[in-house]
């Protein structure tokens, strides 16, 4: 997150109908280990890590940062999701003013994939972000071939910026702007 207002870090858990987004917390090192390493979910983005390496890399609290959360779904890690400051230099992000600011990324175990858990899970960490940045847009970065993250991102209301080639596959990025405050 590029904005320099402060926010509340860590926020209490997010509770949806379903699921619980939550910080991280040294109980969920072994599923972000498992969902990094898992061929499916690094389809597109650029392959699984070695169980071995992130054995050695992952720290005992995985992503102990403002922005990163853990998705639970019965006590279990399902995703995480994460809004992170973006590079406005990177490939077709630098053509775009409003690139400069946050990016989502949301990454789920395959057994969770086609269950509606990531637009449940995005929508209230999108409606979370919002709240702790009111008017600030969020951008989205997936290869085109992802077509489940497109879907999911349309569905959340990203709209698209451009296309554009990067690591080897055409890259869509799109933009997210929070509904206007009543008031």
């Known amino acids: 997150m590029t904005d320099t207002r402060p ?16 910080p991280s917390e040294a109980r969920d090192r072994s599923g ?20 071995e390496e992130l054995e050695r890399m992952v720290p005992e609290v995985p992503g102990r940062r403002a922005g990163f959360f853990v998705v639970e779904r019965d006590g279990a890690l399902i995703g995480t999701i994460e ?21 989502l990324g949301y990454l789920f175990l395959p057994h969770a994939w086609g ?20 008017g600030e847009p969020v951008l989205l970065g997936t290869q085109t071939a992802n077509h489940a993250s497109m ?14 080639e990067e690591w080897g596959a055409e890259q869509w990025l799109a933009l997210w702007t929070p509904p206007a405050q009543a008031g």
């Not at 926010?7 to 939550?22: G, H, K, M, N």
Request: charged residues 25%.
């Open 32 to 51: 972000v280990i498992e969902l990094n390493a898992s061929p499916e979910v690094g389809t597109y983005v650029g392959g699984p890590s070695s169980r």
């Open 151 to 164: 879907r999911l991102a349309t569905k959340l209301g990203f709209t698209e910026l451009e296309r554009f």
């Open 115 to 134: 269950r509606g858990y990531g637009t449940e899970a995005c929508t209230a960490a999108l409606a979370w972000f919002a709240a702790e940045l009111p």
């Open 83 to 103: 809004l992170n400051a973006r590079d406005p230099e990177r490939p077709g992000y630098h053509r775009h003013p409003e690139a400069a600011g946050t990016e």
């Open 7 to 22: 926010i509340a870090w860590p926020p209490a858990p997010i509770t949806t109908e379903r699921l619980v987004l939550r």
